[in-house]
């Protein structure tokens, strides 16, 4: 960092296993890429190009080029393998992550209805080649499934060979792990954790209040996702300390009592 302070929560050093951020790409042009990791690239460790953008954004190669050289992992969006897979194209999907080297990948069923074995059975698949990270919860309101799925479904698929997996928000961050006012089901994410390692889940959380919520729940290495471009910075600072919502977090009492 630029200059020291104290009582800063320590961040393990790129690359990492927690306090993961990761940046939905959304269709960033390649200069917009470079610029962003300019800014942005020594706080960010996944860039997922969000939901089918990579079948239309240009320069595609060039932007998984920069995102490597900068040491950011990069995968396509769950509902892009999703696509694939409704078509019958397994496949065809596996030819498309080899030609464009891609070494991660997301195995989700938010959008179709696949048999938790099925699903399970393609995450091994990919895992033997990948790294894999799986998305769990419906991208559609008023889907309600029990937490003991949701840990369930977590668990076999960790075992099945995901690194990490994605508790579902969508991009709005209104669905999966939150009410439709985006405030998080509180009960279903203790349920989740009392079952599965914190470090084992990446929580999308879109919005501020949300990343808020998290990091007061698990601290600043808790893995956060569907992070905007331009909010990765402002993430880091939530993190840290080194903003209103969280800057008494990591001070100990004795200072706090002075100024509260």
Same mark, same amino acid.
């Given at each position: 960092?630029?200059?020291?302070?104290?009582?800063?929560?320590?961040?393990?050093?790129?690359?990492?296993?927690?306090?993961?951020?990761?940046?939905?790409?959304?269709?960033?042009?390649?200069?917009?890429?470079?610029?962003?990791?300019? %800014?942005?690239?020594?706080?960010?460790?996944?860039?997922?190009?969000?939901?089918?953008?990579?079948?239309?954004?240009?320069?595609?190669?060039?932007?998984?080029?920069?995102?490597?050289?900068?040491?950011?992992?990069?995968?396509?969006?769950?509902?892009?393998?999703?696509?694939?897979?409704?078509?019958?194209?397994?496949?065809?999907?596996?030819?498309?992550?080899?030609?464009?080297?891609?070494?991660?990948?997301?195995?989700?069923?938010?959008?179709?209805?696949?048999?938790?074995?099925?699903?399970?059975?393609?995450?091994?698949?990919?895992?033997?080649?990948?790294?894999?990270?799986?998305?769990?919860? %419906?991208? $559609? $309101?008023?889907?309600?499934?029990?937490?003991?799925?949701?840990? %369930?479904?977590?668990?076999?698929?960790? $075992?099945?060979?995901?690194?990490?997996?994605?508790?579902?928000?969508?991009?709005?961050?209104?669905?999966?792990?939150?009410?439709?006012?985006?405030?998080?089901?509180?009960?279903?994410?203790?349920?989740?954790?009392?079952?599965?390692?914190?470090?084992?889940?990446?929580?999308?959380?879109?919005?501020?209040?949300?990343?808020?919520?998290?990091?007061?729940?698990?601290?600043?290495?808790?893995?956060?996702?569907?992070?905007?471009?331009?909010?990765?910075?402002?993430? $880091?600072?939530?993190?840290?300390?080194?903003?209103?919502?969280?800057?008494?977090?990591?001070?100990?009492?004795?200072?706090?009592?002075?100024?509260?």
């Amino acid at each position: 960092m630029n200059f020291e302070l104290s009582h800063i929560p320590k961040r393990d050093e790129k690359p990492r296993e927690k306090g993961l951020t990761m940046m939905m790409d959304k269709g960033l042009s390649w200069r917009q890429t470079e610029n962003f990791i300019d %800014s942005s690239a020594h706080l960010t460790d996944l860039v997922k190009f969000g939901f089918g953008t990579s079948y239309v954004t240009k320069d595609l190669k060039k932007k998984l080029f920069l995102y490597k050289e900068a040491g950011i992992k990069t995968y396509f969006g769950g509902t892009l393998f999703e696509a694939f897979i409704v078509r019958g194209m397994f496949d065809d999907y596996c030819r498309l992550l080899d030609k464009y080297n891609m070494e991660t990948c997301e195995v989700s069923d938010g959008s179709i209805v696949l048999p938790p074995e099925e699903k399970c059975n393609y995450i091994s698949k990919l895992a033997k080649n990948y790294t894999v990270l799986s998305e769990v919860g %419906s991208k $559609e $309101e008023g889907i309600f499934i029990s937490s003991s799925k949701w840990i %369930s479904m977590m668990q076999n698929e960790l $075992e099945a060979g995901s690194w990490k997996v994605i508790a579902e928000a969508r991009e709005s961050g209104t669905v999966g792990i939150y009410r439709p006012n985006g405030t998080a089901h509180v009960a279903l994410v203790n349920k989740i954790i009392s079952n599965v390692k914190v470090e084992n889940i990446l929580w999308e959380a879109p919005k501020k209040a949300q990343q808020v919520w998290f990091i007061k729940q698990f601290g600043a290495n808790v893995n956060l996702g569907n992070i905007s471009y331009n909010e990765v910075i402002p993430l $880091e600072c939530l993190r840290l300390g080194l903003r209103g919502d969280t800057f008494f977090d990591n001070l100990p009492e004795e200072l706090i009592s002075k100024f509260k």
